[in-house]
């Protein structure tokens, strides 16, 4: 594994970092500020910040931290980037839903907007899985 990596241009001694390192360096190569990882990540600034300085060792939106920041928690946590992780360098959109959505091949599967308060129209032969609660974008379009 390779003990350093490059954030905007700077490299990184990830073996000698901390937790709350691994997320102000993560955080400001996305350009984020303190509060815009917090609203990602569903929790304040503060909690951020204490994050950030350490003091929080162990901080229980360490998920929510993870998946806002696009890493994993093992790496989060010692600075360990899972083998299974794979890197797409493309523009994909993630959609969570309320329930489990098993992929048929057989069929597409569409996002639509309706607006709050209105019926959902449903034709022939479509089915609804699920309700979207959350929305990931993960491209500039």
């Not at 998920?63 to 946590?77: H, P, Q, R």
């Not at 794979?86 to 839903?97: D, G, T």
Request: glycine letters at 6%.
């Amino acid at each position: 594994m390779n003990d350093k990596i490059k954030l905007k241009n700077k490299p990184v001694n990830i073996k000698n970092s901390t937790l709350g390192q691994r997320v102000k360096d993560l955080r400001n190569a996305k350009g984020w500020t303190q509060t815009d990882l917090a609203n990602m990540a569903g929790v304040t600034y503060q909690n951020i910040q204490f994050c950030e300085n350490d003091k929080i060792k162990m901080p229980r939106y360490i998920k929510e931290l993870a998946e806002s920041l696009g890493t994993s928690i093992e790496y989060l946590v010692k600075g360990e980037e899972q083998p299974n992780v794979v890197h797409i360098q493309q523009h994909i959109s993630i959609v969570s839903v309320d329930n489990p959505v098993k992929p048929d091949p057989n069929y597409d599967y569409h996002l639509v907007k309706v607006k709050k308060g209105e019926p959902l129209f449903v034709p022939k032969g479509a089915e609804i899985v699920g309700q979207v609660n959350k929305v990931f974008v993960g491209h500039t379009n």
